[in-house]
């Protein structure tokens, strides 16, 4: 559990100090609102997996962690794509975001398929 706290902990820092650069109006602040609320969720949901009282509860958290993932990846997305931020100082982020919504995916695939049997 250590190593994905720490690297969701990590990841939710490293979309913080991007939103603190961006722009503080139009797009910049349009994208960073939600792009800042969904990055910071990611691990948020994860620990709250990690406190789940059921199977079925740790999924759905795991679940929730892969959504925020999704949001946080199309913000960096729309971020590359406007030319407001350049692509090559977003590709390591979107890099570990990847890595981490695959994680959460196989992980909660796993745990439904223990669950039924």
Do not use: W
């Amino acid at each position: 559990m250590n190593d994905l706290k720490d690297r969701t902990n990590q990841f939710a820092l490293r979309v913080i100090r991007l939103c603190a650069v961006l722009p503080r109006t139009g797009p910049g602040e349009v994208i960073g609102r939600p792009l800042v609320r969904s990055g910071t969720s990611v691990g948020a949901q994860y620990r709250e997996a990690h406190r789940a009282r059921s199977t079925a509860e740790f999924v759905s958290k795991l679940e929730c962690s892969a959504q925020e993932l999704d949001e946080t990846i199309y913000g960096i997305e729309l971020l590359i794509d406007s030319a407001i931020v350049e692509q090559s100082k977003l590709v390591p982020l979107l890099t570990e975001a990847n890595e981490l919504m695959a994680i959460f995916v196989a992980s909660a695939r796993t745990a439904n398929r223990n669950r039924k049997g």
